[in-house]
């Protein structure tokens, strides 16, 4: 299945990773949160430890041509039926100012909205990169 460039609004959402999240592993429930005053910005805050969170961003807002093929062995573990039942987010890397920040585009977080099953999937044979930038530098830098 493709994901191609479809935008989301989502104000708060349980999502459950059977096999958590690369390096964190023991971490398996964790809550999207999005809102008006934090816009393009969201976290991913896990229940299980609460220090554990994740800054995430629509990377469709900032990259218009980002696309990629969701593996069919993803579609059947998230039981993914249809476009529509996609909803994804890319962990955003803030290392010194924020107009530094970076995402990572290799490896997306995506989500089943019905299910709430969610996995951070490793993109192969791509482009991106796992530090690509989310703002252009400023003049004068």
């Given amino acids: 299945m493709s994901a ?24 398996k429930a964790f809550n999207l949160l999005e809102n008006e005053s934090n816009k ?11 220090t554990i969170s994740f800054v995430v961003v629509d990377p469709f807002l900032f990259f218009k041509d980002y696309e ?15 476009a ?15 107009g530094e920040a970076s995402v990572n585009l290799v490896a997306p977080i995506v989500v089943n909205r019905t299910n709430r099953e969610g996995r951070q999937v490793i993109l192969t044979n791509t482009q991106y990169s796992t530090r690509h930038r989310l703002f252009e530098p400023s003049e004068g830098r």
């Fill in 4 to 27: 191609e460039a479809k935008t989301d609004n989502v104000e708060s959402l349980r999502i459950h990773f059977k096999e958590g999240l690369p390096g964190f592993e023991a971490c």
């Fill in 40 to 50: 393009p910005f969201g976290t991913l805050q896990s229940t299980d430890q609460e």
């Fill in 68 to 82: 990629f093929d969701l593996a069919e062995t993803s579609c059947q573990e998230l039981q993914i039926r249809q």
């Fill in 84 to 98: 529509e039942d996609l909803l994804i987010r890319s962990i955003v890397s803030i290392r010194g100012e924020a």
